[in-house]
């Protein structure tokens, strides 16, 4: 069972910096308005070279952007080069979240940066570091992934995975053990996509 | 509990649901839990299993709801071999990874018995389902929570006569207490359980979190048992069983 990373997006608003490879198979630039682009995956055996450059996004528009969407995971083929570099690169994703119950607020946005790892030959690590959305204090989570090529879970928000099935969804079970936020959260997610 | 608990409740194929009879059952259903809630609570120290922890009532005086927990908590501590003991915990006598599934599933033979065969009923994040979600889909489609990143899943399982409970970190951090290391376990993000019964998905997930990386043996080792594993890592795996009533994503 193998199936390719998880697919990154830039959106409008993001911050610092952007994630572009030089790879002949993939084009892939940051753009600053809503945009999709995939992380192209290393198998193993073959070398991406990646750099880091920074972007300064156009001109937001004060009212929150609509839910960019996650695209299904494919798997993307990188062209080997002879370059070996252990380089760092940055990319910030940002991903609807569920709505804030605050008439005129609409969405809440949770910021998601990702720390991707090459070296040599392969994709090393990618490292999620979550930001919490305003307002929640909890420390950020980090995702760390060994393997270019290890089967991960990959995530699916809420919303797209209503999409991608239909609306097949009617329930939601997680690791919660008490009353919270996050399955009602969900689950509200679900009733309203549904509704 | 302080757990929020949704009741999703369908007619026969064909027919209307009788709104009337559906918010009966689900208000007994209501009263059961607050029941439970208030009896085997560990925040009160005036529940029935706290006043029990301090030897101020022997098992006799409580109601035999207690008695069969008690009895429960045994056979799966048994079962388990210790992997689930509600007596490990540094706070004594703590049966809650057993109450809430088994409360749940209770209240699902309480929509049955009172004509409700197509329902699901999810405890915070423990899924009972009967039936299938008339006019949508022949089985309930039941969303995993991602334990490592919020507002998402990572599969979606179909259930038709089965429960799914889950064991993890997603929202309370590590609170699954390790009885053999005697700390919290960390290993795993999340243990998925799907099996026929509720409470014993949710005690079967809550061993094999604290199992950490032998989970997987173990469960595959479980009758009746599909299981689904993230480690800590992000990692996942799936018994076959799992797999073959995997949605989403599809495997190519």
């Known amino acids: ?21 030089r790879t002949p198979a993939v084009s892939n630039s940051a753009v600053p308005q809503r945009h999709r682009s995939e992380l192209p995956l290393a198998a193993p055996g073959t070398t991406v070279t ?43 994703v940002t991903g609807p979240a569920e709505p804030v119950p605050d008439p005129g607020t609409s969405y809440r946005y949770g ?16 490292d999620t570091i979550q930001l919490p959305p305003d307002g929640d204090t909890s420390p950020p989570s980090t995702y760390q992934v060994s393997k270019s090529d290890s089967d991960y879970a990959a995530p699916i928000l809420v919303r797209e995975a209503l999409q991608a099935q239909s609306a097949r969804i009617q329930t939601v079970s ?7 936020a996050f399955i009602q959260s969900l689950q509200a997610a679900i009733n309203q996509v549904r509704h | 509990m302080g757990t929020a608990v949704t009741f999703d409740l369908r007619p026969d194929q064909g027919t209307r649901l009788n709104a009337r009879a559906a918010e009966r059952a689900v208000r007994r259903c209501t009263r059961w839990l607050h029941w439970v809630d208030e009896t085997f609570t560990t925040y009160s ?17 409580c109601p035999g709801e207690v008695e069969d927990v008690i009895r429960l908590c045994e056979e799966f501590r048994e079962e388990t071999d210790g992997w689930f003991d509600p007596w490990a915990g540094p706070a004594g006598f703590d049966p809650s990874g057993l109450v809430k599934g088994w409360a749940a599933q209770a209240a699902s033979e309480l929509l049955l018995e009172a004509g409700f065969p197509n329902h699901c009923v999810n405890a915070g994040g423990d899924v009972a389902a009967r039936g299938a979600p008339t006019g949508e889909s022949d089985s309930w489609g039941v969303g995993i929570a991602h334990p490592l990143v919020p507002r998402a899943l990572c599969a979606v399982v179909s259930a038709s006569e089965e429960a799914v409970a889950t064991s993890g970190t997603a929202e309370r951090g590590k609170h699954v207490w390790d009885p053999k290391r005697r700390r919290p ?30 989970a997987a043996d173990w469960l595959q080792e479980r009758e009746r048992t599909d299981a689904y594993i993230v480690d800590s890592s992000g990692k996942e795996w799936s018994s076959p069983g799992f797999a073959r009533r995997r949605t989403w994503p599809s495997m190519t």
């Open chain 1, 111 to 126: 910021v998601v940066q990702l720390r991707v790892t090459f070296r040599g030959s392969s994709m090393t690590a990618i």
């Open chain 2, 185 to 214: 376990a960390d290993q795993l993000a999340s243990v998925t359980v799907v099996h026929p019964d509720l409470t014993t998905a949710d005690v079967y997930a809550t061993a094999a979190f604290a199992m950490g990386v032998r």
């Open chain 2, 45 to 61: 120290e005036d529940s029935w299993v706290r006043r029990l922890a301090r030897h101020e009532v022997g098992v006799a005086e």
């Open chain 1, 1 to 21: 069972m193998r199936r390719s990373l998880l697919a990154l997006f830039l959106t409008a608003g993001a911050t610092a910096a952007v994630l572009r490879y």
């Open chain 1, 174 to 180: 997680g690791a919660t053990y008490t009353s919270d």
């Open chain 1, 50 to 92: 990646t750099s880091t450059t920074t972007a300064v996004p156009a001109s937001t528009p004060a009212t929150v952007p609509t839910p960019t969407t996650i695209p299904p995971t494919t798997r993307s083929t990188a062209v080997a080069t002879t370059a070996t570099t252990t380089t760092v690169a940055t990319v910030v």
